[in-house]
């Protein structure tokens, strides 16, 4: 059974002070790693797609990067609509995403 | 524009009343889901469907219905609600490869 777990489950910044979201999986075979962002009652939305250990993505001041075992999504220099739950999502052929619960990040001004 | 439309955006309905909530995509996409999305538990899959006439059980799926007579719609069929089942549902449609594209929501209340 895949699984996927997030940390941390609530992260507060100030902006500008960069950091970086965890997602940890264990997956039969991966297929593909996703990074969404969801802003309250909003359904995701699509940031990243990786899907071999070594890739890396970036975004804005967003950066995904993939190991065998986890995945990193790196904030530099957040600002406050930054803030969201940045979800992460396993993909492994059987035709399912599984999901993580998500970080909520709060990026003070 | 490719989106995924869910109609109704939000219901509130009693127990044992019959409902469906629509979803539709306009991408040709094969693959359809149906997941809710509760507090603490994130998002779970209720079913999904892989092509017309497909259909398969996800991880949450007592209590539902879904069919897939048409690629484009997957309607989400609750026979008769419970409490339990409010939460917030979300549709999403993908070719089986790359990004899932999710719907903007329904939000149920089961009195």
């Known amino acids: 059974e895949d699984q996927v777990t997030q940390s941390p489950e609530a992260l507060r910044l100030q902006e500008g002070e960069s950091s970086s979201l965890n997602c940890s999986y264990t997956?039969?075979?991966?297929?593909?790693l996703f990074w969404y962002r969801q802003d309250p009652g909003k359904g995701p939305e699509f940031l990243f797609t990786l899907y071999s250990a070594g890739e890396e993505k970036e975004k804005e001041r967003l950066k995904a990067t993939l190991t065998k075992k986890e995945s990193f999504l790196h904030i530099t220099a957040p600002k406050p609509e930054d803030s969201a739950t940045y979800l992460c999502?396993?993909?492994?052929?059987?035709?399912?995403?599984?999901f993580g619960k998500g970080t909520m990040l709060l990026v003070s001004p | 524009e490719a989106q995924v439309t869910q109609n109704p955006r939000y219901l509130i309905t009693v127990t044992g009343k019959k409902l469906t909530v629509t979803c539709s995509q306009n991408m040709n996409h094969e693959y359809m889901s149906w997941y809710r999305q509760d507090p603490g538990l994130g998002l779970r899959q209720i079913y999904y469907s892989m092509n017309v006439e497909v259909t398969d059980k996800g991880d949450v799926p007592e209590g539902y219905k879904v069919s897939r007579k048409e690629k484009r719609n997957f309607p989400l069929i609750l026979e008769s609600p419970s409490p339990n089942q409010t939460s917030l549902y979300f549709c999403a449609s993908w070719t089986g490869s790359e990004t899932q594209y999710f719907g903007p929501g329904t939000r149920l209340l089961v009195l």
């Open positions: 997956v039969s075979g991966l297929r593909g």
């Open positions: 999502a396993v993909f492994s052929g059987y035709s399912t995403l599984t």
